[in-house]
Structures are given as structure tokens and as C-alpha cells.
């Protein structure tokens, strides 16, 4: 098994989180599916060798949106792909569709509009920089990220506009032209993800501390979030953390 993770060079840096790799034997493991949670970061895979399923069979090269919910891929041989992970909004430059109608949709990247084969993970930097000449991320979404990032989505948006330097309005219009989801569903699910973050740090972590120090009301709360983002409660989240860990199987989502 070998996953890493690079980060994008300068050019990408304002629309690329980082340029990864996998390659692994799914047929020789006992764990053969890639449970992916819900996420704000669009990403492109081009798949070297071998297919995913998730109701329809994935190869070649997948644009992947952003998520809302859980997604899970099934695998049943080798696999190698090299791929990018975008930034909140920093894939928007390359679509032929709007932001939106990417959400929670998994396609051939063709058919979003998105052009960009590679054989290697630096000729898809290289592509993907060409391809971005000339855009130019969103300022006030790419303000609003960063604090909600740094806050664990514990912001409203009101001051999130206030910080941005704009209204209300206008920043759920920026976002939805150029992330796809509202700042509020933004703040959900990195709320979320810095719950399932702590989890994998410590998974003993007593769920109503979990809660309370991630801002969930309490632990149902929490559960019924999980559920809704990951297809899994915490306590099943835990055995899947260790499922992983014995299989040696690395995440198609980091």
C-alpha cells in the first residue's frame, strides 16, 4: 500500500489543497471499500490502473464535487491513481457547469468539462496550472474559509460577512457561484470533520466531551451528525478506525 500526499506547487497553491497518490491491492485485503465522508473539497482522480464502484463504475479520470453526505467506493483489484484535492471554490475556474450542479455528484470529468488526463502526478500539476492560467479564487469565499477553518465552523454568517468585509447576501451569492453550497452548510460540515478529526486523535474520547468541545448540543446531536456526513455513529466510526489500521489500507479521502 502506498498513499502520499504532496503539496501543489506555487501556481496551484490558491486552488489546489494538494496533489496525492495511491496505489494499492484491494483484491488482496479484506477491506475493499473507501468509506468518504462528507466534504467542501472538490477533487480530480486520474485512475492509472483499475475502477471504483459506487453504483456506477469509476476509471479514467473522475471529477468528484463537493459532498454534502457520505459516499462509499468498492474496489476489488489493484488501483493506482494520482489525484488533486481543490480548495473550497478552486475548482470552479475549470468547470463548464455551475458550482452547484457538481455537489454531491461523482462523473466522468469530461462531463463537467474538466479536461485533464495525466501519466504522472507532476504532469497533472502541470496541466491543472495551465488549465487555471489566468483565474482567480474568490476572495471573500476564500476569507470566509480560512476562518471557518481556523474556528472548527464555529462562525456564523453574519460574521462572516462582517469579516469579509461584505453583507450577508452577498456572501451567500459568492458562494454559491463559486463553492456550490451555502457558508452555513460550509460551517457544518468542517464542524463536523473537526469532530471526526479529535476522534482519530483519540478514539476513547468520551462522546458528550466530544460534543461540547466541537459545539454540537450533545452527543446525539453528534451521532445524529455523524450519521448524516459519514454513514456511521461515532462508536461505528471507532471500529472502522480499526478495521483500517489491521487491513493497512490507506483513505482515498485524507
Known amino acids: 500500500m502506498r498513499y502520499r500526499e504532496h503539496p501543489p506547487p506555487p501556481a496551484l497553491r490558491p486552488f489546489v489543497r494538494c496533489l496525492w497518490e495511491l496505489e494499492h491491492d484491494y483484491g488482496g485485503s479484506t477491506y475493499s471499500r473507501e468509506r468518504l465522508w462528507a466534504t467542501p473539497y472538490a477533487e480530480l482522480l486520474v485512475l492509472r490502473?483499475?475502477?471504483?464502484?459506487?453504483?456506477?463504475?469509476?476509471?479514467g479520470v473522475v471529477f468528484m464535487g463537493p459532498r454534502t453526505r457520505p459516499l462509499t467506493l468498492v474496489a476489488d483489484g489493484p488501483v493506482d491513481l494520482?489525484?488533486?484535492?481543490?480548495?473550497?471554490?478552486?475548482?470552479?475556474?475549470?468547470?463548464?457547469?455551475?458550482?452547484?450542479?457538481?455537489v454531491d455528484v461523482v462523473a466522468d470529468a469530461a462531463?463537467?468539462?474538466?479536461?485533464?488526463?495525466?501519466?504522472?502526478l507532476g504532469e497533472l500539476g502541470d496541466r491543472l496550472a495551465r488549465a487555471l492560467r489566468g483565474a482567480t479564487p474568490d476572495p471573500v469565499v476564500a476569507t470566509a474559509t480560512r476562518i471557518l477553518e481556523e474556528r472548527g465552523g464555529r462562525a456564523s454568517v453574519a460574521g462572516l460577512a462582517r469579516a469579509a468585509g461584505t453583507t450577508v447576501r452577498t456572501l451567500q451569492r459568492r458562494f454559491d457561484r463559486s463553492a456550490g453550497m451555502s457558508p452555513g452548510t460550509l460551517a457544518r460540515i468542517i464542524r463536523f470533520d473537526r469532530a471526526r478529526?479529535?476522534?482519530?486523535?483519540d478514539s476513547r474520547a468520551g462522546l458528550a466531551e466530544l460534543a461540547a468541545a466541537t459545539g454540537y448540543a450533545d452527543h446525539a446531536h453528534?451521532?445524529?451528525?455523524?450519521?448524516?456526513?459519514?454513514g456511521l455513529s461515532p462508536r461505528e466510526f471507532r471500529e472502522l478506525l480499526r478495521e483500517i489500521a489491521e487491513a493497512g489500507v490507506a483513505p482515498v479521502q485524507a
Open 111 to 120: 462531463d463537467v468539462g474538466v479536461a485533464t488526463a495525466a501519466a504522472s
Open 49 to 59: 490502473e483499475g475502477h471504483y464502484e459506487c453504483g456506477r463504475t469509476l476509471r
Open 197 to 201: 478529526e479529535l476522534l482519530v486523535r
Open 82 to 102: 494520482v489525484a488533486a484535492r481543490f480548495e473550497v471554490g478552486g475548482a470552479v475556474g475549470l468547470l463548464a457547469c455551475p458550482a452547484g450542479d457538481v
Open 222 to 230: 453528534l451521532t445524529r451528525t455523524f450519521r448524516d456526513r459519514f
